[in-house]
């Protein structure tokens, strides 16, 4: 069974930084892709970042410049550095895993971001 357990969510003045981590059990971050996407109350889930096989990445254009996905095999997680923060970045983050970087089957349960202006 795939599990996903994001953390590191919070309230942050504008400008501020947040680190989001993800642990997966039940399959290997290095497999596959692993994303994370942001929702707003009322709207779509968005993809903001991914990275798949070769390390290749995906930003979304709002964030690019700003946000940086990476992984650690060997504990198995992935991690959404967010440098200077704005409030449209207000939303619940989700991580999740997926057999490309635009294909996702497997959800945590998200953590809140909130950006304070």
């Known amino acids: 069974q795939v599990q996903l357990v994001e953390s590191g969510g919070g309230l942050v003045p504008a400008g501020g930084s947040l680190r989001l981590s993800c642990a997966a059990s039940g399959r290997t971050v290095s497999s596959g892709a692993m994303g994370w996407f942001r929702q707003v109350p009322g709207k779509q889930r968005v993809l903001v970042a991914a990275?798949?096989?070769?390390?290749?990445?995906y930003y979304v254009d709002s964030v690019k410049g700003r946000f940086t996905i990476s992984r650690d095999n060997a504990k198995n997680a992935v991690y959404l550095q967010m440098n200077s923060l704005k409030p449209e970045d207000t939303a619940v983050y989700y991580c999740a895993a997926g057999a490309t970087l635009y294909t996702y089957n497997y959800w945590g349960q998200g953590t809140q971001v909130a950006v304070s202006s």
């Open positions: 990275i798949g096989s070769g390390e290749k990445t």
